[in-house]
């Protein structure tokens, strides 16, 4: 089945998103290999020490956009960039007690993990879309209040939180109306509004 204009944009934004991703990804193990050659015998420290500010560098870059660019997708586990920023050099990580780095490998596998599921959710959505279904597509514009984006129907945040309020609002009603459970004579007796209290 040929794809129409609208149903492209999105397979070509999920291929955009989907490449992020997986660059993020590899550099994501790129750290973890230069962490973990560190300690072997014979490596050159300070080429090691120099590969590692580098990608630091560039996963701090390449976060910020795939946070941004992902938008409602986007569910890299929290402590993500702490691990990065956390690790100030190579030598003063392998300073650290046994128990610190192990604590840091940890991390590490569980951000991976994450990255790896936020990978399994784009592709899916991709192949989806290739397919001619129908896929959301959230944005930073939708979310901000911006423009429209390249899947369904957005609602601001303002728009959800009045129209939240206005639900609440008319139960409330209901239940004080129709006396459900008799709170609707509690709240009128308490406002002075139910029957009167004789002399």
Same mark, same amino acid.
């Given at each position: 089945?040929?794809? *129409?204009?609208?149903?492209?944009?999105?397979?070509?934004?999920?291929?955009?998103?989907?490449?992020?991703?997986?660059?993020?990804? *590899?550099?994501?193990?790129?750290? %973890?290999?230069?962490?973990?050659?560190?300690?072997?015998?014979?490596? /050159?420290? !300070?080429?090691?020490?120099?590969?590692?500010?580098? +990608?630091?560098?560039?996963?701090?870059?390449?976060?910020?956009?795939? &946070?941004?660019?992902?938008?409602?997708?986007?569910?890299?586990?929290?402590?993500?960039? %702490?691990?990065?920023? @956390?690790?100030?050099?190579?030598?003063? +990580?392998?300073?650290?007690?046994?128990?610190?780095? &192990? &604590?840091?490998?940890?991390?590490?596998?569980?951000? $991976?993990?994450? +990255?790896?599921?936020?990978? =399994?959710? +784009?592709?899916? &959505?991709?192949?989806?879309?290739?397919? =001619?279904?129908?896929?959301?597509? !959230?944005?930073?514009?939708?979310?901000?209040?911006?423009?429209?984006? @390249?899947?369904?129907?957005?609602?601001?945040? /303002?728009?959800?939180? $009045?129209?939240?309020?206005?639900?609440?609002? !008319?139960?409330?009603?209901?239940?004080? $109306?129709?006396?459900?459970?008799?709170?609707?004579?509690?709240?009128?007796?308490?406002?002075?509004?139910?029957?009167?209290?004789?002399?």
């Amino acid at each position: 089945m040929a794809l *129409n204009k609208k149903q492209l944009k999105i397979v070509e934004q999920l291929e955009r998103r989907t490449e992020l991703t997986r660059e993020f990804m *590899n550099d994501w193990l790129l750290f %973890n290999q230069v962490l973990t050659s560190y300690p072997n015998p014979g490596v /050159n420290k !300070a080429q090691l020490e120099q590969q590692f500010l580098k +990608i630091k560098s560039k996963l701090a870059r390449e976060h910020r956009v795939l &946070k941004d660019t992902l938008a409602n997708d986007y569910t890299l586990d929290g402590n993500t960039m %702490n691990i990065v920023s @956390g690790a100030t050099s190579l030598e003063a +990580i392998y300073a650290q007690s046994e128990v610190a780095l &192990k &604590k840091l490998q940890t991390e590490w596998h569980r951000a $991976f993990i994450s +990255i790896n599921e936020t990978l =399994g959710v +784009i592709e899916d &959505k991709k192949s989806r879309a290739e397919r =001619g279904e129908r896929v959301f597509l !959230a944005t930073n514009d939708m979310m901000g209040g911006g423009g429209g984006g @390249g899947g369904g129907g957005g609602m601001s945040s /303002n728009t959800k939180t $009045f129209l939240i309020i206005g639900a609440v609002i !008319a139960a409330l009603a209901i239940v004080i $109306f129709f006396d459900i459970g008799g709170i609707g004579t509690m709240y009128k007796s308490a406002l002075g509004m139910g029957t009167t209290i004789p002399r």
